[in-house]
Structures are given as C-alpha cells and as structure tokens.
Nanobody, 118 residues
C-alpha cells in the first residue's frame, strides 16, 4: 500500500484547508484509514479515522471543525479542516491499516505540513 498526502500549506487562524490522500497498491484489504498529526516536540496523535466497523471518530480537539471523507471509487480520502487554530499546526499524515493472514500491517504517507499563523 502506498499513500500520497497533499494539500497542506500556510493559512491564517479561522481559515480552511483540505488535505487529500491517494491510496494505491494492495488496498482491497484495508480495514482502517485515517489522519494523524505530529506537532514539534509532541507525539503523533490521531486526528480522525474510519474504523474497521465503518464509523468515523475524531479527536476531541477537532470535533465540529474537521470532517473526514472518502471516495472508494477513486481510492482517496480527504480531511476538510475549518476554523483552523494555531494549535492545529503540525505535519499531517495519512494512515492505513490492514489485517491480513493473522497480522496487522500499518502504512504511512509522507506527511504534509499545515501551518496556522497570522
């Protein structure tokens, strides 16, 4: 599985950005897909994902502001980020996990920088 993230950039507080992640390769058995972020000096954290049961979950800090979506026909996943705050500044990574032959496999995209600053 290969993941290619795009859409990051510099935005003012209160602004919006849309991140995209294109998946390719052996994607048929992907169970979970989502977005993580890592700010300088902090651990990588979950932002939002589609669980193996098909539901979505969000970090408390982004609920009501961020929306995760996916287009299965195009093998893409997006993260619409509204009302951005300086604390949303981080490198954002798309993530995929699949369960195959009794093992979980984790895949990461290359990361895209989001900077929220005036």
């Amino acid at each position: 599985v290969q993941l290619q993230a795009s859409g990051g950039g510099l935005v003012q507080p209160g602004g919006s950005l849309r991140l995209s992640c294109a998946a390719s390769g052996s994607i048929f058995s992907i169970n979970v897909m989502g977005w993580y972020r890592q700010a300088p000096g902090k651990q990588r954290e979950l932002v939002a994902d589609f669980t193996s049961g098909g539901s979505t979950r969000y970090a408390d800090s982004v609920k009501g502001r961020f929306t995760i979506s996916r287009d299965n026909a195009k093998n893409t996943m997006s993260l619409q980020m509204n009302t951005l705050k300086p604390e949303d500044t981080a490198v954002y990574y798309c993530n995929a996990e699949k369960y195959e032959l009794g093992k979980w496999y984790t895949y990461w995209g290359q990361g895209t920088q989001v900077t929220v600053s005036s």
